[in-house]
Nanobody, 122 residues
Framework: VQLQASGGGLVQAGDSLRLSCVASGLTFSTGTRAWFRRAPGKEREFVAGIRSGVTFGVADSVRGRFTISRDNAENSLYLEMDSLEPEDTALYYC?????????????????WGQGTLVTVSS
């Protein structure tokens, strides 16, 4: 089982990025999928999740700027990030929980991608 995250990079404030997460070895369309991030010196935090096609729990710090989506046919999860700010600099992880539940707690997630680094310069 593998979750492969990609799409990170070095951008300037105000730019956009689209993160992708492709799952192999499991059916990504069941359960709950989410993006988390860990900024330098900070704890891992929940960014946004999606279950049964419904988005939940978008963090206040990214609401209106980040959009989570999925493509079940492609077994993929995406995070569209607009109007990026230096405070968005972090390692971004995709994850899967086997429960169809609005989980924001990392231990509820059993599979994790390796992370993709987003760096936003001012």
């Amino acid at each position: 089982v593998q979750l492969q995250a990609s799409g990170g990079g070095l951008v300037q404030a105000g730019d956009s990025l689209r993160l992708s997460c492709v799952a192999s070895g499991l059916t990504f369309s069941t359960g709950t999928r989410a993006w988390f991030r860990r900024a330098p010196g900070k704890e891992r935090e929940f960014v946004a999740g999606i279950r049964s096609g419904v988005t939940f729990g978008v963090a206040d710090s990214v609401r209106g700027r980040f959009t989570i989506s999925r493509d079940n046919a492609e077994n993929s999860l995406y995070l569209e990030m607009d109007s990026l700010e230096p405070e968005d600099t972090a390692l971004y992880y995709c994850a899967r929980s086997p429960r169809d539940y609005s989980d924001r707690d990392p231990p509820r997630y059993d599979y994790w991608g390796q992370g993709t680094l987003v760096t936003v310069s001012s």
